[in-house]
């Protein structure tokens, strides 16, 4: 059963429940039938009832041996229903057509208070099996009726045999039934393991489940639908970014290359360069190979996972932002503080890299300004007192590789702003960036957290 499909599985299920149900209903039934027919079979022993003289002469009469009696003292035929009288000691008095075995229940109803009574299973001399009522006479005798079982054993076998075939049907309909409910039901699966195996075989992510209703199928049809569209976006956003650093990249490596077959050349050529012409190619070489450590050292900043990112912990968040602003100070920026305390859970190593880029931004865009950073209340302001940035390029500041117009002949790879928002963003928090009023453009950066430590 665990190596079969999960729709033969559901039919066995199904068919085994039923089957269940079945029996455990048959079997009560038969009890039910059973119980009632021993019931009125009781209670037809109970109308048996004799002529008081008959027993009173069939008692008188009675001897260590049986005595048959045909209605004592009268001479008349015996009874039709099978009866007997039994004294306490054992000796019985056959006063119908049929003796009827004595068993110890018959001497203990005979000794027993007047009236009383006892129904059991017993049997005829001939071996016949009958239902006995014993009662008592208050003539130190009971008196014993039976009747044969056969009837109500013949009943209930005839009900076994009925109950037996409603079962065998009742489960091979069932099992029918299963069948036609697994495949209705599963038919929404099947739909979902073709469309998963063609994804399988072909890696084509834009494959859609329609969804229909809102049970759990459909709740299933719709997840698997959300992730292939995740897993595309995933993607798409892989193949942009190894485009988009491509394309970043063979810019200084074709400078590099340049540089270096000119440096070769003139060594391979016994044709020295000038003195000056070659010192600039090597300082131009070095600059190159900075902005390749700082595009590859973005690039990986870049491509961490949502999940593989540092171990975050609380921190004074105007510590980081004091930190970032002495690492500009010593790359040459003018930056002025104003910071107030606020407790964030974080990353320090990629909030610090966060805060940094957008105070190299601004000082980038306003060389000869003050870059003003402000921490108030949560809200990092980092401004600038440049030209600003125009309205239409605002919407994609913080897009991987995007730049500018006027930012293309400045140095840079285009992913720090990226660098930025992802960093925020694993922080829980937002950022923008936008014209200042009296020119300028300022960052503002909302990260959640307190005024005092949890700890």
Same mark, same amino acid.
């Given at each position: ?9 559901? +039919? ?115 071996? +016949? ?25 013949? +009943? ?300």
């Amino acid at each position: 059963m665990r190596k079969g499909s999960l729709r033969s599985r559901m +039919t066995i299920l199904v068919a085994a429940a039923v089957a269940i149900a079945v029996a455990i209903s048959a079997v009560g039934c038969w009890y039910i039938v059973r119980r009632e027919l021993s019931y009125q079979l009781n209670e037809s022993l109970k109308q048996i009832h004799p002529p008081w003289k008959a027993m009173n002469d069939a008692a008188r009469h009675c001897s260590d041996q049986p005595v048959d009696t045909g209605g004592p003292g009268d001479g008349g035929p015996a009874w039709a229903e099978p009866m007997q009288l039994v004294l306490a000691n054992g000796t019985r008095c056959v006063m119908g057509n049929t003796a009827i075995k004595v068993t110890p229940h018959d001497k203990t109803i005979a000794t027993s208070y007047p009236n009383s009574q006892e129904f059991y299973d017993g049997y005829y001399d001939d071996g +016949t099996p009958v239902r006995v009522l014993a009662t008592n006479v208050d003539k130190g005798a009971a008196l014993v009726v039976a009747r044969p079982l056969a009837e109500l054993n013949g +009943t209930l076998r005839n009900l076994v045999l009925m109950l037996a075939g409603v079962a065998a049907l009742g489960v091979l309909v069932a099992a029918g039934a299963g069948l036609l409910v697994s495949r209705t039901a599963l038919r929404p699966v099947g739909r979902l393991t073709k469309a998963v195996e063609h994804i399988a075989r072909t890696e084509d992510l834009n494959t859609r489940i329609p969804v229909r209703g809102n049970d759990e199928i459909a709740r299933l049809s719709a997840s698997f639908n959300a992730m292939t569209t995740a897993l595309t976006g995933s993607r798409e956003r892989q193949q942009q970014l190894v485009a988009d650093a491509g394309h970043e990249l063979r810019t200084p490596l074709t400078t590099l290359r340049t540089n270096i077959d000119l440096l070769l050349r003139s060594e391979q050529t016994g044709r020295s360069l000038d003195p000056g012409a070659k010192q600039r190619l090597l300082v131009n070489v070095k600059a190159q190979f900075a902005e390749l450590s700082t595009l590859v050292g973005d690039l990986l900043q870049l491509a961490r996972g949502d999940t593989d990112h540092e171990p975050h912990i609380e921190l004074e968040l105007s510590n980081v932002v004091r930190a970032a602003a002495e690492r500009a100070r010593l790359r040459g920026a003018a930056v002025a503080t104003d910071l107030a305390p606020w407790y964030v859970v974080g990353g320090p190593a990629s909030l610090e890299r966060a805060v940094l880029n957008l105070i190299d931004n601004a000082a980038k865009f306003s060389p000869d300004g003050e870059v003003q950073v402000t921490l108030r209340q949560g809200e990092l302001t980092v401004r600038d007192h440049g030209p600003g940035i125009p309205e239409e390029d605002l919407p994609h500041v913080f897009e991987r590789f995007w730049r500018s117009p006027a930012a293309r002949g400045l140095p840079g790879s285009g992913l720090g702003l990226a660098i930025v928002a992802q960093a925020v963003a694993e922080t829980g928090g937002k950022v923008r960036l936008e014209n200042a009023p009296g020119g300028g453009a300022i960052a503002i950066v909302e990260l959640p957290g307190n005024l005092t430590p949890h700890s």
